[in-house]
């Protein structure tokens, strides 16, 4: 591997994007499909690959918006099923960004738990909160697995493009 050459690093510098990428749907704080597709637009730009590059590119762009759109559209109709509110998400999702400057990383996470629960707790009572807040986290959880099938599914359309051309 010849370090000197632009399209090796270019492909080197889209590699370790990728892998940013895909580390960056389970760390929620990093845009991780976009990334894992940028990385791949950078390669089919600036790298020394092929024509078959765009090709690449195609295949990469229909998997991330194949996986954006079912990451929304799936999990969106599990949670509607379960009857938990906007309103509530939204507790939640002002409890977790107050929970990731408290707690690096994980607050987010614990945040948007417990202002969830919180949340259906004042709208359900003490009984009903939990099996709610369960319902809703399957959901988000249901999420996270579309967006991080989606990123190693670019990735995988890279490395195959990465050997073929």
Known sequence: MDLSDTGTIVTVIAGLAMLV????VVIPV???LLLCWAAVLLWALLGDASGGRWVVLALATLVALGGTVAKYLWPGRRLKSTGVPTSSLAAGGVLGLVGFFVVPVVGLVLGFVLGLFLAERARLGPGQA??????ALKAVGLSMLVEFAAALGVAVVWMFGLLAT
């Open 21 to 24: 990428g895909v580390l960056g």
């Open 30 to 32: 990093l845009p991780g």
């Open 130 to 135: 939990g099996p709610s807040t369960r319902g």
